[in-house]
């Protein structure tokens, strides 16, 4: 069976190489490895996502997560703009091979900063629902809806209650019905920019 980077890919027979790939003008070298989400370059989605968001407020024992984390691309933003020793960052994925090497990029680039990597269910577990100060996601919309949906709401529901998450969506991917979904949820969402076809959707909770 061939393996996607939204299955459960263990870290067998695993072979790691670097690339150099620029997030916001900062050249990191990322380690990388096949079976993976954009394994290779940032992909656009990605990239359009933060370099819209509005500046990160986040203090003292914040709560901030990377959902979907694939080679941390989104957990080295945060880790760059999260200057307070105190803030801790969480990447989730359900490939062992992107949080192994999320974990080794955002250590290597920023070991100071407090950084982990798990599942959903096992960050659930360690810090609870309403938890998270900041969501960011590019979320794996090609799993399917239902598994989205659950994707989604499973995130969402560590959001606290004046928390924010910024999700990207391709317009011709649903980012129209997903908003229209999210509201049926009990989340308030609104497209707060969009570039190349994809909108950033802004949630809070209603």
Known sequence: MVAHYFTATDTKNMEIYTKHISINDIEYAIDTTQGIFSANSLDKATAILLKKIPSLDLTDDDIAIDAGCGWGPISLYLAQHVRNKNVKIYGTDINARARLLAHNNVMNAYPACSFETST??????????????????????????????????????????DGHAYMVIGKNLGADSLTTWLHTQGYECKKIASAKGFRILHITRA
């Open 120 to 161: 959903y269910e096992e960050l659930q577990e360690k810090i609870g629902d309403h938890s998270a100060r900041i969501i960011l996601s590019n979320p794996p919309i090609r799993i399917g809806k239902e598994e989205l949906h659950r994707f989604m709401l499973n995130h969402l529901s560590l959001l606290r209650d």
